[in-house]
């Protein structure tokens, strides 16, 4: 079994800047992919971004140019900093990863951003 624990929401306002941390332990065998996503209030839960080992990236294209997704390998922590927030990306942030083809979720950690 892996853990994921989030850290780094809050309230914040538009126009400002939040880092997310997410910090993998237990069992890990060969993390390949990390990743954020996130759910607004009353919709789907959908991609912000995802990171390989080798550091390929991929967001979401409301999020392109303003989210920046990292990864220490060494420490299995996957981090996202969100710059220029919006209203709209107001949610539960959710970090996930995949080890060994199986796919793990954190609690989700909440971000507010204020108009």
């Known amino acids: 079994q892996v853990q994921l624990v989030e850290s780094g929401g809050g309230l914040v306002q538009a126009g400002g800047s939040l880092r997310l941390s997410c910090a993998a332990s237990g069992s890990i065998f060969s993390i390949n992919r990390m990743g954020w996503y996130r759910q607004a209030p009353g919709k789907q839960r959908e991609l912000v971004a995802t990171?390989?080992?080798?550091?390929?990236?991929n967001y979401s294209d409301s999020v392109k140019g303003r989210f920046t997704i990292s990864r220490d390998n060494a420490n299995n922590t996957v981090y996202l900093q969100m710059n220029s927030l919006k209203p709209e990306d107001t949610g539960l942030y959710y970090c996930y990863c995949m080890d060994s083809a199986l796919l793990y979720w954190g609690q989700g950690t909440q971000v507010t951003v204020s108009s």
């Open positions: 990171i390989t080992s080798r550091g390929a990236t």
